[in-house]
């Protein structure tokens, strides 16, 4: 696949912050707590569109943006995991998990 | 001439933009799926076309290898765990309750300021232009470039997987019975 890329740089970066708004208003709107997760990986995955795109586009011979984007995607594996593990336990005390009438600790 | 069009295709002057487009469509409808569908399993199965469609837009950058981890980690690990989670809170989505919160506005409000000022800053900044074509073997350098300059960062990243998993079983365990 040695093909010369005809794309700019600009329309990843365009479509990477389409990406990033849209999960920050799904984390800034949702109420369940599970919701609210998935717009953290939908912020996640705009970061790693512009981690290849910038190693693509900068000096291709390096590979800091690509390692960058695996140790990312392991974090958001952990991420996933924790957040997901309190939101059980959550829903255990609670029984519910959206995230505005778990206001236990509102003064 | 059908050989100097094909010629011209596979050159990528028009196939480029071609999937270009069609991935960004991929990604950005199915996530405005993710935010707005009022039913939560729904939303985490939408999160999957969106998922493969980055995943196409690594191989569309050259990075095949990211690809693979992006189908096997997100599509295979991370959407299957959410629809356990959903699985083990709420039964089924009930359409009754309230998919959001009061600050909907708001959050719209926030969201456009984001993408207005990274539409600035896209705009003031000049970036570089199109680059060579993809280097050799960008697979095995990554594999190099992990196990060796950074395997630091690598190792303490697997560390830090094996901690937020024993976490998790630890924090999600069900309580003893007394």
Redesign the interface.
Known sequence: MNWVTAVPLQAYLTLSAALFAIGLLGVLVRRNAIAVLLGVELMLNAANINFVAFWRYGSSANMEGQVFAVIVMTLAAAEAAIALAIILNVYRRFKTVNVDQINLMKG | MIAALWKEFL???FW??LS?VLL?LG??LP??A??FSRN?VH??LW?LP??VS?AG??V???????AG??IL??CG??VV??L???M???GVGDPD????????W???L???A??VV??FA??AQL??????????D?TG??A???LKQ?VL??EV??V??L???V???V??R??PKE
């Not at chain 2, 569309?60 to 990211?66: D, H, K, Q, T, V």
């Open positions: 050159a990528g002057t480029q933009p270009f960004a990604v950005l996530a405005l993710v935010v939560i939303a985490a999160l969106c998922l980055v837009l690594f569309l950058l050259g990075a095949e290898a990211l981890i992006q980690i997100y690990g991370i765990l959410i356990f989670a959903v083990l809170t709420y309750i309230r998919a959001f919160n009061r600050q909907l708001w959050g719209l926030g969201a456009a984001f993408a990274a539409g896209l705009t970036w570089p232009g199109p680059p060579g074509p993809v280097p050799p960008v350098r990554l190099d470039a992990l950074y960062a690598f990243s697997s830090i997987l901690v937020a998993m976490g998790a079983l924090v999600a069900a309580e």
